[in-house]
């Protein structure tokens, strides 16, 4: 069984420019997640999309969106790049129920590696 | 707000001890912990999960308990080896998944 894909592993990005990242969950797996990690600031939740909808999202600027799409596939986009988005940005994919909160086990992807210059 | 926290920040010992991490919460209504795994520039491996009607989970070498009345749970590492170096981590769930600084584990041979 495959695991939580992430594209591309790393990105090199001028200030001002936009990003997107890809994240492709287990397969069965309706629920993603993002997280941003960054050496001072540790592991954020960025925001969290189930069958499509976001349900839940971490304080950061509107800069940072997300989409997920009916086959559960998600993309995150950062527009308007600042070097302080330089980080690890990790998806994570479970297979949440429809009700509740974060009630499953959760599954990293390895990361997309983002460097603003 | 949820606070995690975990103590220490690094542990360094020598091959074949036996070691506990800590791991402290501050809302006791969370769904369940989750320890994670995480080597340098990699992603993070669920190593177990403990759900909060449960006590403790165990895998292997590793022990893992939750104490949510008081906010806290162990992680039981046996007889440690230089491959279990790395970052562990802590995540509490609830309508997030709430993570701790880590504890940087170093195993010396």
């Known amino acids: 069984k495959a695991g939580v894909t992430q594209t591309p592993r790393y990105l090199i990005k001028t200030r001002g420019q936009q990003v997107t990242l890809s994240c492709s969950p287990i397969s069965g797996h309706r629920s993603v997640s993002w997280y941003q990690q960054t050496p001072g600031q540790g592991l954020q939740f960025l925001f969290e999309?189930?069958?499509?909808?976001?349900?839940n999202k971490g304080n950061f600027p509107g800069r940072f969106s997300g989409r997920q799409f009916s086959n559960s596939r998600s993309e995150m986009n950062v527009s308007t790049l600042e070097l302080g988005d330089s980080a690890l940005y990790l998806c994570a994919s479970s297979l949440r129920t429809g009700g509740g909160g974060m009630n499953t086990e959760a599954f990293f992807g390895q990361g997309t590696r983002l460097t603003v210059v | 707000k949820q606070e995690v926290t975990q103590i220490p920040a690094a542990l360094s010992v020598p091959e074949g001890e036996n070691l506990v991490l800590n791991c402290s919460f501050t809302?006791?209504?969370?769904?369940?912990l989750q320890w994670f795994r995480q080597d340098p520039g990699k992603g993070l491996t669920s190593l177990l999960l403990?759900?909060?009607?449960?006590r403790e989970q165990t895998s292997g070498r590793l022990n893992a308990s939750l104490d949510k009345s008081s906010g806290r749970s162990t992680l039981y590492i046996a007889a440690s080896q230089p491959g279990d170096s790395a970052t562990y981590l802590c995540?509490?769930?609830?309508?997030?998944?709430?993570f701790g600084a880590g504890t940087r584990l170093t195993v010396k041979p």
């Open positions: 403990i759900q909060s009607s449960q």
């Open positions: 995540a509490v769930n609830n309508n997030d998944m709430r």
């Open positions: 999309y189930f069958s499509e909808t976001q349900r």
């Open positions: 809302d006791s209504a969370i769904y369940n």
